[in-house]
């Protein structure tokens, strides 16, 4: 090739590079927006596609509890669909102020992304979440009621422990934080579910264990949230004068800003999703005992899995325990919220659902957590100072977003099966 030849050949691939990235990003927006299609049946919210969830607010590093917080400016609070209060919380229906009533009856409600209120609040639709409704719900029997939303993205127990401190460390300084706090209820529990699997995967064999990360237990967390861990770490050589961490950060922002923002990512993971088989799926599923579960597709043996349960559980019930010691003297509340795979053994379209590590699917995870929650709610129940429920009573998959999340009508339905929780514990 001569040298003009080369010369053009370069001029041509750079001019042409960036009018492909356009016309793909153009075409993948137009291709997710006739995908993006929100229906109705029997008035529930089947969401196709996450662009639908709009609402935004920025984040950053939380370093009290390890993960991330909301970061809170103007245009947060003056966004009418915006989810967040000043204090970068959870946004509720309600707010009370010390200066204008004295006999707030407050609760703190703590939990994952389930109790933040996802999908709804990335809706725009906040006053839809289950914590709203039923904040509603109680203040029609008492006015004085106000609930405060205290819940993360990814939470387990031991967070949601550090988040209380938080507050009651911090609740004096602001008119709109109760301090009389009645009920603190922790929700969800599915983050702690994850945990111990993570535990029998991870540390099955004591493999890339080591004692400052508590076997995955707290703060810091394997898999899907280890990446806030390598986050500190990173950004604290880069600080120290690492060259390479900063550039790590750097490549890593980059990353994440294209998985973020382009439509031709976002297009080529549900490619790839809907094309891609796990090895269960490849072939008719087989349907095992919990035994064989834990031998088979865990590998490990009973006696060991039952001795990673109990340290799971022994850790979730010491974190939730911990939170009886509070200088208001609120009572405790802990309610396993049913999960998609977890409210019955018959689960529907296994092939298509979530798998855990490509091995787990829908209905062993049911099973697993069967276990693990029923022997959680039983030991907790042992505990003074805390009750513990759980129901599954006509919950029906229409409830269900996904396999922890609930659609609109699910998130009214739990909000009428809490209710009944916090009437007996606030003595309405």
């Known amino acids: 090739m001569e040298k003009s030849s080369r010369k053009k050949y370069l001029i041509l691939t750079v001019a042409f590079i960036p009018i492909i990235a356009i016309t793909g990003e153009l075409l993948s927006a137009g291709l997710i927006k006739v995908k993006n299609i929100i229906r109705e049946n029997n008035n529930t919210l089947l969401i196709q596609h996450t662009e639908t969830l709009k609402v935004k607010h920025k984040k950053t590093a939380?370093?009290?509890?390890?993960?991330?917080?909301?970061?809170?400016?103007?245009?947060?609070?003056?966004?009418?669909?915006?989810?967040?209060?000043?204090?970068?919380?959870?946004?509720?229906?309600?707010?009370?102020?010390?200066?204008?009533?004295?006999?707030?009856?407050?609760?703190?409600?703590?939990?994952?992304?389930?109790a933040t209120g996802y999908p709804m609040v990335k809706m725009g639709e906040y006053q839809n979440s289950f914590v709203n409704i039923l904040e509603g719900n109680l203040r029609e029997k008492d006015s004085s009621v106000d609930v405060l939303n205290i819940s993360h993205n990814g939470y387990n127990s031991w967070q949601e422990f550090v988040e209380t401190k938080r507050y009651f460390n911090t609740q004096q300084d602001f008119d709109d934080l109760p301090s009389s706090i009645k009920v603190i209820a922790s929700l969800g529990g599915i983050q702690d579910f994850w945990g111990f699997l993570d535990l029998l995967y991870y540390y099955k064999k004591n493999i890339d264990n080591q004692y400052y990360k508590a076997n995955g237990?707290?703060?810091?967390?394997?898999?899907?949230?280890?990446q806030s861990g390598n986050t500190f770490n990173k950004s604290f050589e880069a600080l120290e004068g690492n060259i390479k961490s900063g550039f790590d950060i750097?490549?890593?922002?980059?990353?994440?800003?294209?998985?973020?923002?382009?439509?031709?990512?976002?297009?080529?993971?549900?490619?790839?999703?809907?094309?891609?088989?796990?090895?269960?799926?490849?072939?008719?599923?087989?349907?095992?005992?919990?035994?064989?579960?834990?031998?088979?597709?865990?590998?490990?043996?009973?006696?060991?899995?039952?001795?990673?349960?109990?340290?799971?559980?022994?850790?979730?019930?010491?974190?939730?325990?911990?939170?009886?010691?509070?200088?208001?003297?609120?009572?405790?509340?802990?309610?396993?919220?049913?999960?998609?795979?977890?409210?019955?053994?018959?689960?529907?379209?296994?092939?298509?659902?979530?798998?855990?590590?490509?091995?787990l699917n829908a209905r062993d995870l049911s099973l697993?957590?069967?276990?693990?929650?029923?022997?959680?709610?039983?030991?907790?129940?042992?505990?003074?100072?805390?009750?513990?429920?759980?129901?599954?009573?006509?919950?029906?998959?229409?409830?269900?977003?996904?396999?922890?999340?609930?659609?609109?009508?699910?998130?009214?339905?739990?909000?009428?099966?809490?209710?009944?929780?916090?009437?007996?514990?606030?003595?309405?």
């Open 217 to 226: 237990l707290m703060a810091y967390r394997v898999d899907g949230y280890q």
């Open 62 to 114: 939380d370093y009290i509890t390890g993960l991330t917080r909301y970061k809170v400016s103007e245009k947060d609070l003056t966004n009418k669909n915006g989810f967040i209060d000043r204090h970068g919380l959870i946004k509720t229906s309600h707010t009370s102020s010390s200066k204008n009533q004295k006999d707030i009856k407050g609760i703190l409600v703590t939990g994952s992304s389930t």
């Open 368 to 428: 697993l957590e069967k276990d693990y929650r029923e022997s959680l709610i039983r030991k907790m129940n042992n505990i003074d100072g805390i009750n513990a429920f759980y129901s599954d009573e006509n919950v029906k998959d229409s409830w269900f977003y996904d396999e922890s999340h609930y659609s609109r009508l699910g998130h009214k339905n739990i909000a009428i099966m809490l209710e009944k929780y916090f009437i007996e514990a606030l003595q309405i």
């Open 250 to 359: 750097f490549l890593s922002s980059l990353v994440n800003s294209i998985r973020e923002n382009s439509k031709m990512y976002r297009g080529y993971k549900y490619l790839t999703k809907k094309l891609r088989k796990s090895p269960d799926q490849t072939t008719s599923i087989k349907y095992m005992n919990l035994s064989e579960i834990i031998k088979e597709k865990i590998g490990t043996s009973l006696e060991k899995y039952k001795e990673k349960k109990e340290l799971a559980i022994d850790s979730v019930i010491s974190n939730i325990k911990l939170m009886t010691l509070n200088k208001s003297g609120a009572k405790v509340i802990y309610v396993y919220l049913p999960t998609r795979f977890g409210f019955t053994e018959n689960q529907n379209n296994i092939e298509n659902r979530f798998v855990y590590r490509n091995k």
